[in-house]
Structures are given as C-alpha cells and as structure tokens.
C-alpha cells in the first residue's frame, strides 16, 4: 500500500504542531511557576552574599535594592578578606550584616558580626573561630562539600555551624550537560532554574547529623551569591542575578523576634531558626518546639533529659519526617507529635510534592532540638595545656629586630616600636620582625612558653628555621599579657625553599613575625615581649631545659 505524499506532509504538520502546542504548555508553565504557600509570619533573610568589595557583581546599594525587592528581613554579607573592611557605608534597611569568607588550612569559613579586630584572624581553623568568638561573632563552615574549595579539617573546629545547601557550589556541579539542557529555563524562571539544580544535600547532612550528635551545632543555608562570572582575566558577565538567589533558598526566623540587628543576630547564632526552599513555597507557617516539665523548647535549644514532647506544625498536605542524629524516628502528615525517647539531636525534615522538582528535595530543613545533659553548652575549644617547667629563660635582649619594605621597626632590647609599610604590589609583603639567630641547634621536639604584652590585640607568626624547612604557628598577644605554649613536634613544616624535602637541619633561628597576612597593612603599634622560655626532650624522652649560653 502506497501512502500518498499529501498524507505524509499532513501527518508531519499535526506532528509539528503537536510537538509545538506540547512544548508551548511547558514553557508557559514553567515560566508562569510561582511558589505556592501564602502564609506570613516571622523573619526571613539569607547569608554568603558577595559585593564589589571582593569578587560580587553589585555594590551594597545594589544589593540592597535587590533585597527589598525580594521582600528580605536581613542580609549577611561575607567578602573575601581577612577581615573584610568595605568602604561603602551598610544600607540601613533592610538590616545589613557585614561579615567575612576567610580561606583557612582547612578550607573557608563565614565570621559573622565580629567587631573591628587590629589583627587577622588566622589560617588555622581552631584559632580562627575562637578569634571570631573573641571578637563577639561567630563563625559558618562554607560549602564544606565543594568540589574545588571542600572543608578538609576534621574533625570539625568549634564553629557555630555549617552550610548544608550553598547556592553557587548547586549549579556549578550539576554537570556541563545537565547545565547546557536546563540553562534556557533561566531566562524563562530564574526561579525554577535554580531549584532544578538543588538536590538532597545527602553528604553534607551526614557530616552534620556526626556534629550535632555530639555538641550542639546549627545548619545554614548559603548563597554564595557573587552576580559575576569570570570568564577570563580580563571579562566576566553578570549571572546569576541577586534577585532570584533571594528567593530560592532563605534563613527564616520565627516570629516573636524583632526586626534589629540584635534580634536578628541572636537567633542565628543560637539555632533559633530553620531553612526554608521558598522557591518552592512559603514555608514562613512552619513551626518546632518541644515540652518537658511544664517548660517550652525551641529549635537551637537543649532540652535536659530524654521523655519530653516534640510537636511539628506545617502546612496540610505536606510530608513530615522527625530525625535523631540523621535517622528517622517519625513521620506525619502536615502535623507531627511524638516523644523525645532518647538522647540526641532531633531535626525536622518538610516535603511537598506539587512542585515540579527532585521528590527528594526537602522544602524544610529545621535547626535541631537538642535532648541531653551533654548538649548542656556548646562544645568550646580546650584550653590549652602548658606544661609546668623545667625550661630556661631567654633574654629578650638577645633579639634584635628587622623590617621588609616600607616598614619601620626600633627595638630597645624589651619592646618593638613598628610600622607595617602599605603596598598594592601583591608580591611584595611588608613585615616587622624580632629575631634570634644561630642558636645552638634545638629539638626538633623542642616546647617553647612566650608571653607579649602590646598596644592592641595582634596575631603574629611564630616561626623556626631549620635549614630548608621553615615551621610556623600564630600566636596572640595583648595589652593585658597573654601566654602561647608552642610544641614543634605538633607542627607541620613547609619547606623554605624550592627541592626541600626532609628535615636535614636541626632549627637554629627564631622569629616572630607581623605582615599583611596577620595584621592590615599601615597598622602601627608597639610589642613588647616579656619573657621566652624554651625546653626540649633528653635521651630518656623526658623534657627538661636545655642550656643556651
């Protein structure tokens, strides 16, 4: 049987226009998609935005705008820099919040609402976060789960939390393919463009339920959000925009809470709110407590003894899951009652299924409630131990001081006058040191007790020269004198130059250093170094002074 040409040509027409009118639905869908949930309530903001003071797209103002147009609560900003000082003043409404994304050893990390430290916060992630707590902050792990910049350092350091879900790592790991399929969406929804790239944050909730099992720990969501990307050294172009970041994923506080700085503040550094992926709906009805003996907890809380009441409200039709330590204990259906029967961290999870994304991906994710004696306070860095004696004095006066380019340092045999020089040549490091040189040979195990007093609070390089290798450690000081225990056999050496490979030299020189790296440059003061004593282990292991002529 012969099919007539007219026929074919009319088949391929209805099947042109089929495929069409299909394909016309799905773009008017997708471009008309609007969250759903219509309930008000509470606070709601984000956190990890980039400006033009570091590598974003936008000035404050900018952002700003952005912002109110996203109908944002607060705003929290963390330039690169350490820390990061922006010259433009804050905008006032909505609240503005400036922090910094510090690169440390063991990958980046948010301080939040520190004050103005006279020093850098330093490269190793345990004293970095107790320098931002220090300074009245608190500090956020960031993309811990990055495939370019992923958090190395575990365990964990003391910080107050970590980003579970970050907005800039979610569409830059999807894939080029996946990327090159779904990319058109985002000038038809930017919206629904980013929420195509979210996924469960399996691996990240992982790492964080081992936290929280522990000590008490918050989630975060961050957005990473920089409107800039860099396609050579010379052009970049303005994607993704603020605007939809703003309302995809978003920290939301319940209500109760003022709208201030000190407000907003306080209930992020204390759990006190959960997160909420209102691209997919308004999740500002949500709400998680718990009861014990007459008294109310509230998500970021510790609720003392196992055998109290836990209560999830969301909105009808959605799908609950209670979790302790990661794994679930209870499901419910928009409500959820159930008893706190052992100790740990007890999270909620929130699903809707009338959304056109993964069904895997949570439109909730609350801060836990904590149930133990364990969880009493949050875990700090232990102070450190330093071993009583022996150890032998060393003179101040036998130190001398030296300055690098543009700088000025005097030393009078006890105290350091100085003045770090300025430079904008990135390969230039202006520094002030004190120094002691041709020591007779220590320990590679040697200890070592320093105590400075200064005109502010510093952080300055502690380092010890052993031929090619160079090991180094930040140490503090202050006006009121401030005692840093040193062990060389805890610290990792660096080799001091290029085919370095072994400790070949035993360390014979000494410095403490004050650069660009620990302090902002132009900064002028004076350190005054008290005292210095120094031990190293004899042939039965024991440590016990050495004698320096």
């Given at each position: 049987?012969r099919?007539?040409?007219?026929?074919v040509?009319?088949?391929a027409?209805?099947?042109?226009?089929?495929?069409?009118?299909?394909?016309?639905?799905r773009?008017?869908?997708?471009?008309?998609?609007?969250?759903?949930?219509?309930v008000?309530?509470?606070?709601?903001?984000v956190m990890?935005?980039h400006?033009?003071?570091?590598?974003?797209?936008?000035?404050?103002?900018q952002?700003?705008?952005?912002a109110?147009?996203?109908?944002?609560?607060?705003i929290?900003t963390?330039?690169?820099?350490?820390?990061?000082?922006?010259?433009?003043?804050?905008?006032?409404?909505?609240?503005f919040?400036?922090?910094s994304?510090?690169?440390?050893?063991?990958?980046?990390?948010?301080a939040?609402?520190?004050?103005?430290?006279?020093?850098?916060?330093?490269?190793?992630?345990?004293?970095a976060?107790?320098d931002?707590?220090?300074?009245g902050?608190?500090?956020?792990?960031?993309?811990?789960m990055?495939a370019?910049i992923?958090w190395?350092?575990w365990?964990?350091?003391?910080?107050?939390?970590?980003?579970?879900?970050?907005?800039d790592?979610?569409?830059?790991?999807?894939?080029?393919?996946?990327?090159?399929?779904?990319?058109?969406?985002?000038?038809?929804?930017?919206?629904?463009?980013?929420?195509?790239?979210?996924?469960?944050?399996?691996?990240?909730?992982?790492?964080?339920?081992?936290e929280?099992?522990?000590?008490?720990?918050?989630?975060?969501?961050?957005?990473?959000?920089?409107?800039?990307?860099r396609?050579?050294?010379t052009?970049?172009?303005h994607?993704?925009?603020?605007?939809p970041?703003?309302?995809?994923?978003?920290?939301?506080?319940?209500?109760?809470?003022p709208?201030?700085?000190?407000?907003?503040?306080?209930?992020?550094?204390?759990?006190?709110?959960?997160?909420?992926?209102?691209?997919?709906?308004?999740?500002?009805?949500?709400?998680?407590?718990g009861?014990?003996?007459?008294?109310?907890?509230?998500?970021?809380?510790?609720?003392?003894?196992?055998?109290?009441?836990?209560?999830?409200?969301?909105e009808?039709?959605?799908?609950?899951?209670?979790?302790?330590?990661?794994?679930?204990v209870?499901?419910?259906?928009?409500?959820?009652?159930?008893?706190?029967a052992s100790?740990?961290?007890?999270?909620?999870?929130?699903?809707?299924?009338?959304?056109?994304f993964?069904?895997?991906?949570?439109?909730i994710?609350?801060?836990?409630?904590f149930?133990g004696?364990?969880?009493?306070?949050?875990?700090q860095?232990?102070?450190?131990?330093?071993?009583?004696?022996p150890?032998?004095?060393?003179l101040p006066?036998?130190?001398?001081?030296?300055?690098?380019?543009?700088s000025?340092?005097e030393?009078?045999?006890?105290?350091?006058?100085?003045?770090?020089?300025?430079?904008?040549?990135?390969?230039?490091?202006?520094?002030?040191?004190?120094?002691?040189?041709?020591?007779?040979?220590?320990?590679r195990?040697?200890r070592?007790?320093?105590?400075?007093?200064?005109?502010?609070?510093?952080?300055?390089?502690?380092?010890?020269?052993?031929?090619?290798?160079?090991?180094?450690?930040?140490?503090?000081?202050?006006?009121?004198?401030?005692?840093?225990?040193?062990d060389?056999?805890?610290?990792?050496?660096?080799?001091?130059?290029?085919?370095a490979?072994?400790?070949?030299?035993p360390?014979?020189?000494?410095?403490?250093v004050l650069?660009?790296?620990?302090?902002p440059?132009?900064?002028?003061?004076h350190?005054?170094?008290?005292?210095?004593?120094?031990?190293?282990p004899?042939e039965?292991?024991?440590?016990?002074a050495?004698?320096?002529?």
């Amino acid at each position: 049987m012969r099919v007539a040409a007219a026929d074919v040509k009319r088949l391929a027409t209805w099947t042109a226009c089929a495929a069409l009118l299909f394909l016309s639905v799905r773009v008017t869908k997708i471009a008309r998609y609007r969250a759903a949930g219509r309930v008000e309530g509470g606070l709601v903001g984000v956190m990890h935005v980039h400006s033009i003071h570091s590598d974003g797209g936008a000035s404050l103002a900018q952002i700003a705008a952005k912002a109110t147009q996203a109908g944002l609560d607060f705003i929290i900003t963390t330039d690169h820099g350490n820390p990061s000082r922006p010259d433009e003043a804050l905008p006032a409404d909505p609240i503005f919040i400036a922090g910094s994304e510090l690169a440390t050893d063991g990958g980046h990390l948010l301080a939040v609402n520190y004050g103005t430290p006279t020093y850098n916060f330093p490269a190793d992630p345990d004293q970095a976060t107790a320098d931002i707590r220090s300074e009245g902050g608190f500090s956020v792990i960031a993309h811990p789960m990055n495939a370019r910049i992923p958090w190395t350092r575990w365990p964990m350091p003391p910080a107050t939390g970590m980003e579970v879900f970050n907005g800039d790592s979610e569409w830059r790991e999807v894939g080029w393919s996946r990327l090159a399929r779904v990319l058109p969406l985002y000038w038809l929804n930017p919206v629904y463009f980013h929420l195509q790239m979210y996924h469960y944050p399996s691996e990240a909730l992982r790492a964080f339920d081992r936290e929280a099992a522990q000590r008490v720990f918050y989630l975060f969501s961050g957005l990473d959000a920089h409107d800039n990307v860099r396609l050579s050294h010379t052009r970049s172009i303005h994607f993704p925009d603020y605007l939809p970041l703003f309302q995809t994923v978003r920290l939301r506080i319940p209500p109760g809470v003022p709208k201030t700085r000190e407000g907003v503040l306080q209930s992020l550094s204390h759990g006190r709110f959960y997160l909420s992926l209102d691209g997919i709906g308004t999740g500002a009805g949500f709400a998680f407590s718990g009861s014990l003996a007459g008294r109310s907890y509230s998500m970021g809380e510790t609720m003392p003894n196992p055998g109290g009441r836990l209560e999830v409200t969301a909105e009808d039709g959605s799908r609950v899951r209670l979790l302790l330590n990661g794994k679930e204990v209870a499901t419910g259906n928009g409500r959820l009652t159930a008893v706190a029967a052992s100790a740990g961290a007890y999270r909620v999870e929130v699903y809707r299924s009338d959304h056109p994304f993964d069904p895997a991906l949570p439109w909730i994710l609350s801060n836990p409630i904590f149930v133990g004696s364990s969880y009493a306070r949050p875990i700090q860095e232990e102070p450190t131990r330093i071993p009583e004696g022996p150890y032998l004095e060393i003179l101040p006066s036998r130190f001398h001081s030296e300055a690098g380019p543009s700088s000025d340092a005097e030393y009078d045999g006890a105290t350091m006058r100085f003045k770090i020089g300025k430079t904008s040549d990135p390969t230039v490091s202006p520094f002030v040191a004190l120094c002691l040189r041709n020591q007779p040979p220590l320990n590679r195990d040697s200890r070592f007790r320093v105590r400075f007093t200064s005109d502010r609070v510093y952080r300055m390089w502690f380092e010890i020269h052993a031929g090619p290798r160079v090991y180094r450690t930040s140490i503090k000081s202050g006006p009121e004198p401030m005692t840093n225990f040193v062990d060389l056999a805890r610290i990792h050496p660096s080799p001091k130059r290029a085919g370095a490979t072994a400790d070949s030299e035993p360390p014979t020189e000494l410095y403490f250093v004050l650069d660009k790296q620990t302090v902002p440059m132009g900064t002028a003061g004076h350190l005054r170094l008290e005292s210095l004593q120094i031990s190293a282990p004899d042939e039965s292991g024991a440590h016990a002074a050495r004698q320096i002529e």
